[in-house]
Structures are given as structure tokens and as C-alpha cells.
């Protein structure tokens, strides 16, 4: 088996082709060299244009002679011989070009000819006579690649596959190093995410969240008991709806005050007196109301309604717990106030703000890993089926086993 780098497999397996191809290379080598004399004979040829053109043709005119001398010199000029580079491509190239030398001679010719071909017939010969030679070598090597070259272009062709495998490899190094980013970074991220997290529970673990958070659910507590001591909204609305289609008619109701505590009960009375004036009343007028059966509820609720109502002015829970509720509120006021003069709440959004911006990079980190991770193992899926495929072809060139060793710089 040979094994060879892959940075070295290009100028070995053309060694080899040389080797295995010599006899056709040799061939071809020839017809290149005298199409490189026949190319100077023709330069050569308009040196002869412009030494009789000296003696034979008038001083104006020598410029169109020499213009002409000049373009198909620079034609010539342009035409790449294949040296080093020889192969079915260059030569391909060379044939194109010598046919476009043709049609640009014969061009150039035509325009410049009437001025002083009458002096320089003789030479006007001499470069027909050096084109068509030209044309019948150009003839004879296009021939020539066409019936012996083809083994040697296909086994050529193989070579064009070389810089998709560089290209694999500068796309897997890549990657990898994008992937080792993105690890260190998401390591870095989930450090961060952990010292974060410590910080706040230990800040949250500060006595005066604490008693804010006791606090806040001892109030939540209360307002679910003031809730059902109040139950009767069903009621209140059956009672509003009727007094708002003057079905019933009640002196003094406050109907702002009872569209209000519909909305927030709780809120209206927390801005009554202790002695809860307005609801005191507005309770009266519903029971009163509800004795004379004047709401069309049914009896359950009417009954339940009543009891509640009587309840709240014979056990007075409720004053009492709307002046806890306030207290509480208080309390809770003077904690939060506590809190902000310490910084805390500052600090504690801080945290939070901090956890969230660095939950949402960590997310997309993650999501630029996996993206970049599904390419690199598509390079290396691809890279390992192409080099297998590859060495297969080669192996059948060669008439051995081959293997490319390809090493990443990571």
C-alpha cells in the first residue's frame, strides 16, 4: 500500500502519470515544440513585413505595416504554451488559442493588406505559407489528444477533486475550533449561571425578604377571608342591575359606591371608617330587598345571602379583618421601604436581570453548538465517503492500493 499526505498526493500522482503516460507525453511534448518554432518562424515572418517594408513602402504607410506587425505579434504573444503544466486542459486551451490566432490574423489582415500588399507579396506568402503549417500542426495534436490523450484525461480529471478535500478540511477545522469556542463559552456561561443563582438565594435568605414574603402571604390570607365574608357579589349585582332598570326603587343608594366596591371590594373598604358606614347601609338595603323577595334569586341563595349579611353584623369579623388587612399593608410598606434604603430590591432585580440574560445566551450558545456541530459531522461524513470513493478511482490509475492521510490543525 502507498500512503501519502495530502498536501504531497498532488506532485506523486502526477510522477505517476508522467511515468505511466510516457510515451503519450513525449508525443505531446513534440507537437508543443514545434508549434513553439512554428509560432518564432512566424515572428520572425513579420520581422521580414517590416525590413522590406523599409525600402519598398512609403512612410505613412509603414505605420499600418507596423501596427499590423505589432497586433498579430501581441496575438502571438498571449498564446500560453504549456511547459510544466502540461495536460489535457492546457493543451485544450493552446488549440482555442491558436484557432482564435487564425481568425484575428486574417482580421487584422484584411485591414491592413490594402495599404502595402502590392511590396510585400513575397512575404505575404511566407506567412500563409507558416499559418497553414501552424493550422496543420494544430490539426495533427488536436487529433492526437483526441484519439490517444483520453486515458490520460480522465486519470488528469482526478486531480480536480483535490481542492474539495482542502476545502473539507479548512471546513472541519473551522468547525472545530467555532465548537471549542462555543464549549468554552458555555462553560464560562454556566459558571456564571451558578455563581448568579448562589448570589440570590442567598440574597432572598436576607430576614427582611423573608418577612416580606410572610407578609405578602398573610395578606393574601386575609383577602381570601374578607372574599368570604363577602360572597354575596352575585347578589350586589342582581341588586344593581335591578336598581339601574328602576325595577325596584331605594332612597339614598349610593350607586357610584356600589359600582365601585363590584369592582374591588376590598379597596372600598379599606377607605371606610372602622365602623364601615356605606357597606353597613348598603347591606340593610340588600337584605331588606332580598326579605321582600324583591331580587329574583333562588331561594338558596337568597337564604345564604342573608345569612352571610346577618353574620357580618353579629360576629363584626369583618371590621376587625379589614383592620388587620390594613395593618398588614402597613407592615408590609414599612418592610419594601426598608428593603429600597438597603438596596436590596436593586440588587435583587440586578440578579434577576442577570440570570435572564445570561439564561438566553446560554440558549443560544446551545444553539449555535448544535448547528455548528451537525456541519462538522457533516464534513467528516462527507470527507471520509469522498476520500474512500477517491482512492478507489485512484487505485484503478495506479494499479495499486492507495491511501491519502489527510491531519487536522486543531
Request: net charge neutral.
Amino acid at each position: 500500500m502507498i500512503e501519502k499526505d495530502l498536501e504531497e498526493f498532488e506532485n506523486f500522482y502526477k510522477e505517476q502519470l508522467n511515468s505511466q503516460f510516457f510515451k503519450v507525453k513525449k508525443y505531446t511534448n513534440k507537437f508543443l515544440h514545434n508549434i513553439r518554432e512554428n509560432l518564432i518562424e512566424i515572428k520572425v515572418c513579420l520581422d521580414h513585413f517590416l525590413e522590406t517594408g523599409k525600402e519598398k513602402i512609403e512612410q505613412k504607410d509603414q505605420r499600418s505595416l507596423k501596427l499590423f506587425s505589432d497586433r498579430i505579434r501581441k496575438e502571438i504573444d498571449e498564446i500560453q504554451i504549456p511547459e510544466e503544466e502540461i495536460n489535457y486542459d492546457t493543451i485544450s486551451d493552446l488549440l482555442n488559442s491558436i484557432k482564435k490566432l487564425f481568425t484575428r490574423i486574417n482580421e487584422i489582415a484584411r485591414k491592413a493588406f490594402p495599404k502595402f500588399h502590392k511590396k510585400v507579396q513575397a512575404e505575404i506568402k511566407e506567412l500563409d505559407y507558416l499559418t497553414r503549417k501552424l493550422g496543420k500542426k494544430q490539426a495533427q495534436l488536436d487529433e492526437f489528444i483526441r484519439k490517444k490523450y483520453t486515458p490520460v484525461r480522465d486519470a488528469e480529471n482526478l486531480l480536480k477533486k483535490l481542492p474539495k478535500f482542502f476545502t473539507l478540511k479548512e471546513n472541519i477545522e473551522h468547525a472545530k475550533v467555532d465548537l471549542d469556542g462555543f464549549e468554552n463559552e458555555m462553560e464560562e456561561r454556566k459558571t456564571k449561571q451558578e455563581e448568579l443563582n448562589s448570589e440570590l438565594i442567598n440574597l432572598e435568605q436576607n430576614k427582611l425578604f423573608k418577612d416580606l414574603d410572610a407578609g405578602k402571604e398573610k395578606l393574601f390570607q386575609l383577602q381570601m377571608a374578607i372574599n368570604d365574608e363577602i360572597g354575596f357579589k352575585k347578589a350586589l349585582k342582581k341588586f344593581k342591575f335591578e336598581l339601574e332598570k328602576e325595577t325596584i326603587h331605594i332612597p339614598n343608594i349610593d350607586m357610584n359606591y356600589l359600582r365601585d366596591f363590584l369592582k374591588n371590594p376590598i379597596k372600598m373598604l379599606s377607605n371606610e371608617r372602622k365602623d364601615l358606614p356605606k357597606i353597613t347601609s348598603l347591606m340593610v338595603q340588600l337584605r331588606h330587598v332580598l326579605e321582600e323577595n324583591k331580587l329574583n334569586l333562588k331561594s338558596e341563595t337568597k337564604q345564604k345571602t342573608i345569612e352571610q349579611i346577618n353574620a357580618i353584623f353579629n360576629e363584626k369579623f369583618l371590621q376587625t379583618n379589614i383592620e388587620n388587612y390594613l395593618q398588614l399593608k402597613g407592615i408590609i410598606k414599612g418592610i419594601e421601604k426598608k428593603i429600597e434604603e438597603e438596596g436590596l430590591a436593586q440588587k435583587l432585580e440586578d440578579i434577576k436581570n442577570q440570570i435572564s440574560s445570561n439564561t438566553i445566551k446560554l440558549e443560544h450558545i446551545d444553539a449555535d453548538y448544535n448547528r455548528k456541530n451537525k456541519d462538522y459531522s457533516r464534513y467528516l461524513s462527507t470527507l471520509k465517503s469522498e476520500r474512500e470513493e477517491f482512492q478507489k478511482l485512484i487505485e484503478e490509475i495506479l494499479k495499486e492500493e492507495i491511501k491519502i492521510n489527510i491531519t487536522f490543525t486543531f
